[in-house]
């Protein structure tokens, strides 16, 4: 959501894009828009003020599930548990969380069909890049797709990183969905929506959401959560002030012969050292072996600047 305001007048549009080329661009407008206030999402500390009843590890549950818009926020913060008011909010016909993708489409961003079209692709995969998105969309040539992701990705719904040793324009630059709302209802909810509408999950909403699977989804998430927030890591590993890019590291030769290679989160920084991050989200001890397979991915990764690692 972008707001502008002219004059005595305010101006407020959902589509990025088109409040930018055709307004703050705008040669009527020219020189005449005074205040631009992109509308973000809580943070995690916002987040906390208004889930205030609840523990450290609710909120960040919380979080990872729905992400910090309010309106999705308050639909958790009942008497209940976290988990309890996230399921009764999914698993129930006509329930909150089931239906607010389609108003997403219909009410945010309902002026070109393929703003959700890349989104129902990008949910069946990991990543793409943009080549991989062309194929499926086939979309004609032209500008249109980069007005799109451009859009999206400034709304917040998807992300786009690179491999730290790439420039920005890279062809192995990939896409993925970052909305964590977005990322629970394709994993969760659209499986299984004709069920939820029938009523299965009526007399026990618990049964909707497999707890197993939704703690390892939970370690997605968090990973996803440490990019978008990769600023506050490096304020808290004390660094913040040396100019770094933070990025992932992949490669498709390394996953070709490694399938399991990948790293989540690094810091290539201006004061020759390399920060490499392993990201993980348990409710449990992490075991030892992780030692072993981080010491592995040391081995892979390619030290192309021969920087301290």
């Keep these: 959501m972008v707001i502008i305001g002219v004059g005595y007048h305010i101006l407020c549009g959902s589509s990025p894009s088109f409040m930018i080329n ?22 995690l500390i916002e987040t906390k003020e208004m889930l205030s009843k609840h523990s450290l590890s609710e909120i960040l549950d919380a979080y990872l599930s729905v992400g910090g818009m309010p309106e999705y926020l308050k639909r958790l913060r009942h008497n209940q548990s976290i988990y309890l008011d996230l399921i009764s909010e999914s698993f129930l016909p006509g329930s909150f969380f089931l239906h607010e993708y389609e108003r997403i489409f219909t009410s945010s961003l309902p002026d070109n069909k393929y703003y959700k079209k890349i ?3 990008l949910s069946k995969y990991k ?17 249109m797709l980069t007005d799109l992701l451009h859009d999206l990705e400034i709304c917040g719904f998807i992300e786009r990183y690179n491999p730290y040793d790439k420039p920005d324009n890279s062809l192995l630059s990939r896409y993925a969905i970052t909305d964590a709302y977005l990322q629970f209802y394709f994993k969760f909810l659209k499986p299984v929506t004709k069920q939820i509408e029938r009523g299965d999950f009526i007399k026990n909403t618990s049964i909707g959401l497999n707890m197993t699977q939704y703690q390892q989804w939970l370690g997605y998430s968090f990973e996803r959560f440490c990019r978008k927030y990769q600023h506050q890591i490096a304020t808290l590993l ?18 070709k012969n490694n399938p399991g290679f990948q790293i989540d989160l690094l810091f290539d920084r201006d004061d020759k050292v390399i920060t490499i991050c392993e ?18 991915k040391l081995e892979l990764f390619p030290n192309l600047k021969n920087k301290t690692i």
């Design 127 to 143: 990543f793409l890049t943009r080549s991989e998105l062309d194929l499926h969309l086939k979309l004609k040539p032209g500008g």
């Design 22 to 43: 055709h307004v703050v661009k705008s040669s009527a407008l020219y020189n005449r828009s005074q205040y631009e206030m992109p509308l973000r999402e809580f943070n």
């Design 279 to 296: 990201i993980k989200y348990s409710k449990n001890k992490i075991s030892a072996k992780v030692i072993d397979e981080f010491a592995s």
């Design 238 to 255: 004390g660094f913040n002030g040396i100019k770094y890019r933070a990025e992932s590291y992949f490669s498709r030769a390394t996953q």
């Design 119 to 121: 989104i129902e692709v």
